[in-house]
Structures are given as structure tokens and as C-alpha cells.
């Protein structure tokens, strides 16, 4: 884990700051170059137990490393799975959280060709350790992004909009005017799902758990592009056979739940569709009937952006960024709704992004 080998490294010398530090400085004044500060687990449980704001000292650079100052990294669900240890990918500890985010470079080795002071970048790969203000990682752990899009959705373009996009291409040959529906849908992936499947002509029905601010989660998804805005309890409603005979039914369900919400977007897949699963929010299984296995020839199909790195180069990946950097660019995908807190309020930032029905993501933000 590069996260975990800049964490060990923190036992060497500090690294001069010189000028590059002058030059790419994004906030007013930089911490000491001693004093790096970290979100640290030692052992895996409540993110509210064994999470521990730290000092590390940074750790000297190689030829091939890059110096990076931490803008913003946000909290994913993923990031709580694995400090609780319920994740498929977890780092040896002590472990510095946080799987995504962006960051400046200050400095780079002799033999970096990449990047250079100034840039944006990102984690290649999960278990970085982005809940910190600053780090040393070799080249090859980071992609560089465009510094001009908004820092928001930089901070945020890692995971979810990947996921979204790869499960909108990957499973079903859609065609502009195809429906796809998809439960959590105020999630991050949900809302770049609605954004993505816009911008490609596709149309959604995105379900939500009923709440007390439902008309207003509903308006801001519509104005996403959501075309229809459901809840758990319309969709199990018997009027909604008559609701599905006015359109085709969808290729494609997205299933981020499981249980019973998962069970009622198999019963409105069209024969032969598939749903994706890359969620268990209700901690409960996907239960399909064998009828609708048999009878409609339903798949079920997993997906894991992980997994799908590591079935694919490096440059795919680079690809796929840069693909959402230009829907980013033309105003086709924005950050989800979020809400910024600065490093060292970091045990209000994990406590809201544990509650139910939270729909603002919380971005730590480092200056």
C-alpha cells in the first residue's frame, strides 16, 4: 500500500520545502514542515473510537516521489467499512483513513515525468491515506487531473462517478431513450448515475427511502436530470403496474440496498435485464425469485471499482478520469451536495456522515 509505506516513511528527515512549496501553495500560509497532521486508526472498529488526529513527520523523497499538499478528501461509506474492518480491500495498521480526495503537488523527484508543481491529483488506487494535510507518494500512486474544475468535484471524482459511469457502459448495450432505474438514488453514486445517464440520453427512475424533506430531495434530483423520483413504499404499491405500461421497462437496475428494495427492482426489469449490485446498504441479502430468474432470464452481476482497476491498465483508468473531467468541464456532472469541515473537526464530519438520510457528503478539508 503506498498509503501505508508513506505512513512508515514519516521516521525520516523532513523534506526541504525550497521553492516549489512558494510556487504551489494553494492556501495562505503552509503548516510547519514538521508538523503533518493525519486522521490515524490503530485497530479496526467505530470510526468515533479509533480514529486519532496525529502529528507525522513527512517523509523524505526518492527520485521517482511527489511531494503533495492535501486540498480536500471526502468521507465515503467505503472509507467507514474499512476503519470498521468490513471491506474487501483493508490496509495493514496503523493506517491514515480516507481512500479519495485531491492534492496540490509541492515537489517533485528528479525522475518524476508526470506531474509537476501545481498540479491536481488523485489517488490511483484505494488505501492512499488522503486524511492528511500533506504526504510523499510515488508517482505512479497518483493521476493528475485539470486544476480547473471545481475542487469539489475533484475531491469527489474518484470513486463514485467511476462507479457510475463503468456500471452505466458495462453491463447493458444501452441506447439513448432506455430507462434505467436505481435505489439510493441521493447517494453519491446516485446522483452521478442521474448526471451520466443524462448526458448519454439515457432515462431514470431513481427510488429513495420516504423522508421528512422528500419534496425537496426529489426537486434537487429532478434538476440533476432525474426524469422520475420514487419512494421504497410507491414502488411496492400495486398502481404501479399501470405506472411501467406507459414506458418500456428498464435494461438496467443499479442496487446499492439490497433486501426488499433490491427485490422490487427485479420485479420491474424488463425480460433479460440485469441488476448491478455495489451496495448492501440495509445489510440484508438480494433475494430474487426463481421465477423471475427463470421465466425472465434476469441476471445478477456485481461490480467493484477496485476490482475493475485491477482488471484493467493504468491508462484505462486515466482514461476513464478524463472522460468525467470533460463532463465536469461541460457542466454535465457536478459534486454531489456536500458540506466542508476543516481536518480538525473531524469527529462532527464522521458523525454526520453516519446518520440516515444525509444527503450532503462531508469534505475534510485540509488549509
Not at 493528475?144 to 471524482?157: E, F, H, K, M, Y
Not at 427510488?207 to 419534496?215: C, E, I, M
Not at 476513464?320 to 459534486?335: E, N, P, Y
Request: net charge neutral; glycine share 10%; hydrophobic share 40%.
Amino acid at each position: 500500500m503506498w498509503g501505508r509505506g508513506a505512513l512508515l516513511r514519516t521516521r525520516t528527515r523532513s523534506v526541504a520545502w525550497g521553492r516549489g512549496w512558494s510556487a504551489a501553495a494553494p492556501c495562505s500560509a503552509p503548516a510547519e514542515p514538521s508538523r503533518v497532521r493525519a486522521l490515524i486508526y490503530g485497530h479496526h472498529g467505530d470510526p468515533a473510537k479509533v480514529v486519532e488526529l496525529k502529528n507525522l513527520e513527512l517523509a523524505a523523497m526518492g527520485g521517482s516521489d511527489v511531494h503533495v499538499k492535501m486540498l480536500a478528501a471526502p468521507i465515503n461509506p467505503s472509507d467507514i467499512n474499512m476503519i470498521q474492518g468490513n471491506y474487501g480491500l483493508l490496509p495493514k495498521l496503523p493506517a491514515v483513513g480516507g481512500n479519495e480526495g485531491v492534492g496540490q503537488v509541492v515537489a517533485v523527484g528528479g525522475s518524476v515525468t508526470g506531474v509537476k508543481p501545481g498540479d491536481w491529483v488523485i489517488p490511483a488506487n484505494a488505501g492512499l491515506g488522503t486524511w492528511r494535510t500533506e504526504a510523499v507518494f510515488s508517482e505512479e500512486a497518483l493521476i493528475g487531473v485539470p486544476s480547473d474544475i471545481p475542487l469539489q468535484s475533484a475531491a469527489t471524482l474518484g470513486v463514485n462517478p467511476c462507479t457510475a459511469y463503468r456500471m452505466l457502459m458495462d453491463f447493458e448495450q444501452l441506447q439513448p431513450g432506455d430507462w434505467v432505474i436505481q435505489n439510493a438514488s441521493n447517494s453519491g453514486v446516485g446522483q452521478a448515475v442521474i448526471q451520466i445517464a443524462a448526458a448519454l440520453g439515457l432515462r431514470t427512475i431513481n427510488v429513495v427511502r420516504d423522508r421528512p424533506d422528500l419534496q425537496e430531495l426529489t426537486d434537487r434530483l429532478k434538476s440533476l436530470g432525474a426524469e422520475h423520483v420514487l419512494t421504497e413504499e410507491e414502488l411496492r404499491k400495486h398502481e404501479m403496474k399501470n405506472f411501467f405500461k406507459d414506458m418500456p421497462q428498464p435494461r438496467l437496475a443499479l442496487n446499492c440496498v439490497g433486501g426488499k428494495s433490491s427485490t422490487e427492482l427485479l420485479r420491474h426489469l424488463a425480460p433479460g435485464g440485469t441488476m448491478v449490485t455495489y451496495g448492501g446498504m440495509a445489510k440484508q441479502p438480494v433475494i430474487a425469485s426463481v421465477s423471475q430468474l427463470i421465466f425472465k432470464d434476469l441476471k445478477l452481476r456485481g461490480f467493484w471499482l477496485s476490482q475493475w482497476k485491477k482488471d484493467h491498465s493504468p491508462a484505462q483508468f486515466k482514461e476513464l478520469i478524463l472522460t468525467l473531467c470533460g463532463l465536469i468541464g461541460r457542466g454535465q456532472l457536478t459534486a454531489p451536495a456536500c458540506s466542508e469541515v476543516p481536518l480538525q473537526d473531524y469527529e462532527r464530519a464522521l458523525e454526520a456522515s453516519m446518520q440516515p438520510f444525509v444527503s450532503s457528503k462531508q469534505i475534510l478539508t485540509m488549509c
